[in-house]
């Protein structure tokens, strides 16, 4: 059971392992429609990599509907895998008659939530991992089966963290199915007084404060990228920044105040609490995505006082 990108390594790899697992179903989110009104609705991500392995798919939104816990039960299943799936009912996930588990992209119990990529960079960390976990009612609380370790590069971003993760992850969700398959898993409980929370993100949460220091913004940035993306606004519109990196400028400007914009010898940067942040890739609203120089090139210094809020 998964929707995003996230999860198709896992799907592709319990396949590839035809000799030990047969996939019975894979349960994803409906097709969403696109843009354009003349465009077929898009297939999930799962969906996709499932159909070309020629696997049986079954889509549902609502997963407390009493015909899909029917639809689980019908496909006796020994184990039900998840990542980067819906909350579910005790009702479907006791389905599975050995266990169902999930692929969480932190090292449980630290960030627990929606969005645990994200906030692992948010914050600054620099080691995460995954976790295989079994089910239980609160959300990310279950027994921990399995543990991987990997480094947080200092310029990685949310996008390039988590395809890492994703294959990290792949081949975790094999071993804790081969353990489950043989009886040899064990299990240890989370301490919950380690427990830290990763939540979803929304547009109040994603919005950069320039009050804060270079290194703090960086982090945003990165932990943002390169989806849903850090914004700010200039000039009452809306910007999405998807990288930047802490600089150093010639020009004489501690007085400026934060968020204040400034071009120095043909390069964007914005200021922090105590320094300065280039911007490097942007997009400013109702245009498209642009490296800094290409946004150079039409920005108008006489419009006005440049400053990001």
């Not at 819906?86 to 119990?109: D, K, M, T």
Request: charged share 20%; aromatic share 6%.
């Amino acid at each position: 059971m998964g929707t995003p990108e996230f999860a198709v390594p896992s799907l592709q790899a319990i396949a590839a392992e035809k000799e030990k697992f047969e996939i019975v179903l894979v349960v994803t989110g409906s097709d969403k429609p696109r843009k354009s009104k003349h465009a077929d609705a898009e297939p999930s991500a799962v969906k996709q990599a499932a159909l070309a392995l020629t696997l049986p798919v079954y889509e549902v939104d609502d997963v407390t509907r009493s015909d899909f816990a029917e639809t689980v039960a019908a496909c006796r299943a020994d184990a039900i895998v998840v990542a980067a799936f819906r909350i579910l009912p005790p009702a479907v996930y006791e389905q599975a008659a050995l266990g169902a588990f999930n692929l969480h992209a932190s090292l449980l119990p630290a960030y627990r939530g929606a969005a645990p990529i994200n906030w692992a960079i948010i914050r600054g960390e620099g080691e995460t991992g995954v976790t295989t976990f079994f089910l239980q009612q609160r959300v990310d609380t279950g027994t921990i089966i399995l543990q991987k370790k990997t480094l947080i590069a200092p310029g990685e971003n949310a996008s390039e963290l988590a395809h890492r993760l994703s294959v990290i992850g792949a081949r975790l969700v094999v071993d804790t199915l081969q353990s489950i398959a043989s009886g040899s898993v064990e299990v240890s409980s989370q301490n919950d007084a380690l427990a830290s929370r990763a939540p979803k993100l929304t547009r109040d949460n994603t919005r950069l404060d320039w009050s804060q220091p270079v290194s703090a913004l960086h982090d945003f940035i990165r932990g943002l990228a390169l989806k849903p993306a850090a914004w700010t606004t200039l000039r009452g519109k809306t910007m999405k920044i998807f990288r930047a990196a802490p600089a150093e400028i010639s020009v004489e400007t501690a007085s400026a105040p934060a968020g204040t914009l400034c071009v120095d010898q043909g390069r964007l940067y914005a200021k922090g609490s105590d320094g300065w942040l280039e911007l490097l890739s942007l997009q400013l609203e109702g245009r498209k995505p642009m490296e800094a120089s290409e946004f150079l090139r039409g920005f108008r210094h006489d419009a006005g006082p440049a400053l990001l809020v």
